[in-house]
């Protein structure tokens, strides 16, 4: 077995200046990042500037990650997301998904989603972590969990999940506060 990376120890290493500790966390997690932000902005050149932009704010701000505020991991990805998403609010994209498109990717048959780990998230590399999320996402009922799945795995606005799904923003807004708490506890 494989050691776990500790990335508040990468992290930490970045914020003295160690060089090597972000070339370490690009090879971890520069692929799955890539992945990541290519399904928020549907174009792979633009996906790739993000990504390196992101590993240019990590490096510039890994002094401002602090564990009390959640994990390295979740500080990198929300991060690199937040990039994605102001490329994307800057590039105009259209929302062109059907709205029954991420339902079909994890049916209330969580062994179809286990067998599709690409399609649920690339936030888990840990397969017990991932059966655990895959299993919490499938007690959520079918429209919240695609508002959860269209905004962290598609990286839509509550905006363009409300106009995707025709329901009202407030509806978007607590179907997803609703299901992250469920998740978060079910998690637990």
Not at 15 to 29: D, V
Not at 61 to 78: E, Q, V
Not at 155 to 177: C, D, F, M, R
Request: proline share 5%; net charge neutral.
């Amino acid at each position: 077995m494989p050691p776990t990376f500790d990335y508040e120890s990468v992290l930490q290493q970045c914020a003295e200046g160690n060089r090597g500790a972000l070339r370490r966390l690009y090879e971890q997690e520069a692929p799955r990042l890539l992945t990541v932000v290519t399904r928020i902005l549907k174009n792979r050149a633009l996906s790739e500037d993000v990504v390196h932009d992101a590993f240019i704010k990590i490096w510039k701000n890994a002094t401002s990650y602090h564990k009390d505020l959640g994990s390295a991991r979740g500080w990198i990805y929300t991060l690199t997301r937040n990039l994605a998403l102001n490329a994307l609010k800057y590039s105009n994209r259209q929302v062109l998904a059907e709205p029954d498109f991420l339902l079909d990717l994890c049916d209330n048959n969580a062994s179809e989603c286990a067998e599709k780990p690409d399609e649920i998230t690339e936030l888990s590399a840990d397969p017990l972590a991932h059966a655990s999320l895959t299993n919490c996402l499938g007690h959520l009922q079918p429209e919240p969990k695609l508002c959860v799945l269209h905004a962290y795995v598609d990286g839509y606005t509550q905006q363009e999940i409300a106009k995707l799904l025709n329901k009202p923003l407030g509806t978007v807004k607590s179907w997803i506060k609703r299901s992250l708490s469920a998740l978060k506890e079910c998690l637990q």
